[in-house]
C-alpha cells in the first residue's frame, strides 16, 4: 500500500519522548515512519495528535474525532497507541479502560483507513513489585489488544515477540520512554509490519556489558528519584499530568518531510 497521509493518536510514545530533539520537538518513532512513507511520495502528509500523559478517554475526545475528519479512505494510515497510562494507574480499573479501548479503536476502524494497533512490552526485564504487577495487566490488556485487531482487519505490532526488547539500554534516563535507538528500531518494527523496506539489523540484539557496580547503581537511583521521582510524584498530589497545556506536535495535515 502506497500511503498518502499518516495520523498518529495517542499518548508520549507516539509525540516521541524521549528521541532526539528536533526543531522543538521530540522526534519519534512516528516522525521516522513518516519520513519512510514520505520517500518518492510528494503528496504525502502527516498528522500526529499524540500528547504525553493522555489517558485512553482523553485520546478518544480530543485526538479521535480530529483524526476521522481526515481520513480519506484505505491510504490514509492511522496508528492508535493508547492505553498505557492507564494500566500503570494505581487505580486502574481493567474493564473500564479495555472497553473504551475497544470502542474507540472500533470506531478509528469504522472510519475507512488503515488501521494499526499496538500490543505493550510486558516484560521489561525489570525485576521490581511495579513491573511485576504491570506485566500482568499488559497480559490482559494485550490479550483485548489483539482480539481487536484481529476483529477489525487492523495491522499489528507486538514487541512481546522479540526478546532485544528487554534491554533497558533502549530506555532512556527516566526509566519509562525510549531513547532514540529505541525509537528507531520501533519505527523499523512499524515499517516492517507494513511491509516496507527496513534496516536488516533492526532486530539484532546490543552487544552484552557488564552490570554496574554497586555505587554507580545506587548513584542513579537517587539521581532518577530527584530528577524524575519526585516530579511524578507531585504531579499525581495535584492531579495534574505532564501534558496539561500542550498541544499536539502536527495537528493539521503537514506535507512531510518539512
Same mark, same amino acid.
Request: with cysteine.
Given at each position: 500500500?502506497?500511503?498518502?497521509?499518516?495520523?498518529?493518536?495517542?499518548?508520549?510514545?507516539?509525540?516521541?519522548?524521549?528521541?532526539?530533539?528536533?526543531?522543538?520537538?521530540?522526534?519519534?518513532?512516528?516522525?521516522?515512519?513518516?519520513?519512510? $512513507?514520505?520517500?518518492?511520495?510528494?503528496?504525502?502528509?502527516?498528522?500526529?495528535?499524540?500528547?504525553?500523559?493522555?489517558?485512553?478517554?482523553?485520546?478518544?475526545?480530543?485526538?479521535?474525532?480530529?483524526?476521522?475528519?481526515?481520513?480519506?479512505?484505505?491510504?490514509?494510515?492511522?496508528?492508535?497507541?493508547?492505553?498505557?497510562?492507564?494500566?500503570?494507574?494505581?487505580?486502574?480499573?481493567?474493564?473500564?479502560?479495555?472497553?473504551?479501548?475497544?470502542?474507540?479503536?472500533?470506531?478509528?476502524?469504522?472510519?475507512?483507513?488503515?488501521?494499526?494497533?499496538?500490543?505493550?512490552?510486558?516484560?521489561?526485564?525489570?525485576?521490581?513489585?511495579?513491573?511485576?504487577?504491570?506485566?500482568?495487566?499488559?497480559?490482559?490488556?494485550?490479550?483485548?489488544?489483539?482480539?481487536?485487531?484481529?476483529?477489525?482487519?487492523?495491522?499489528?505490532?507486538?514487541?512481546? $515477540?522479540?526478546?532485544?526488547?528487554?534491554?533497558?539500554?533502549?530506555?532512556?534516563?527516566?526509566?519509562?520512554?525510549?531513547?532514540?535507538?529505541?525509537?528507531?528500531?520501533?519505527?523499523?518494527?512499524?515499517?516492517?509490519?507494513?511491509?516496507?523496506?527496513?534496516?536488516?539489523?533492526?532486530?539484532?540484539? $546490543?552487544?552484552?556489558?557488564?552490570?554496574? $557496580?554497586?555505587?554507580?547503581?545506587?548513584?542513579?537511583?537517587?539521581?532518577?528519584?530527584?530528577?524524575?521521582?519526585?516530579?511524578?510524584?507531585?504531579?499525581?498530589?495535584?492531579?495534574?499530568?505532564?501534558?496539561?497545556?500542550?498541544?499536539?506536535?502536527?495537528?493539521?495535515?503537514?506535507?512531510?518531510?518539512?
Amino acid at each position: 500500500m502506497n500511503y498518502q497521509r499518516f495520523i498518529a493518536l495517542g499518548d508520549s510514545m507516539t509525540e516521541g519522548m524521549t528521541d532526539e530533539f528536533v526543531n522543538g520537538k521530540y522526534r519519534g518513532w512516528a516522525d521516522r515512519v513518516a519520513d519512510s $512513507l514520505a520517500k518518492d511520495n510528494p503528496g504525502f502528509t502527516y498528522v500526529n495528535l499524540a500528547v504525553r500523559g493522555k489517558l485512553i478517554g482523553q485520546v478518544a475526545r480530543e485526538q479521535v474525532p480530529q483524526a476521522l475528519k481526515l481520513i480519506e479512505g484505505k491510504s490514509t494510515l492511522v496508528s492508535f497507541h493508547a492505553g498505557a497510562n492507564d494500566v500503570i494507574r494505581p487505580k486502574y480499573n481493567s474493564e473500564k479502560v479495555i472497553a473504551e479501548y475497544t470502542k474507540t479503536a472500533k470506531a478509528i476502524a469504522a472510519g475507512g483507513s488503515t488501521l494499526m494497533l499496538f500490543c505493550v512490552l510486558e516484560n521489561t526485564g525489570e525485576d521490581t513489585k511495579s513491573a511485576k504487577i504491570w506485566q500482568k495487566r499488559f497480559q490482559v490488556f494485550n490479550a483485548n489488544v489483539k482480539k481487536v485487531a484481529d476483529e477489525v482487519g487492523a495491522i499489528l505490532l507486538d514487541p512481546n $515477540l522479540d526478546l532485544f526488547w528487554q534491554d533497558r539500554r533502549f530506555i532512556s534516563d527516566d526509566r519509562l520512554h525510549m531513547n532514540a535507538e529505541g525509537h528507531y528500531r520501533a519505527a523499523q518494527g512499524v515499517l516492517f509490519v507494513l511491509g516496507k523496506t527496513v534496516d536488516e539489523n533492526w532486530r539484532k540484539p $546490543l552487544p552484552s556489558k557488564k552490570p554496574d $557496580l554497586l555505587a554507580l547503581r545506587i548513584y542513579k537511583n537517587i539521581k532518577w528519584f530527584i530528577t524524575f521521582g519526585i516530579p511524578w510524584m507531585s504531579r499525581r498530589i495535584r492531579g495534574r499530568s505532564s501534558g496539561d497545556g500542550r498541544s499536539p506536535k502536527y495537528p493539521v495535515p503537514t506535507k512531510w518531510p518539512l
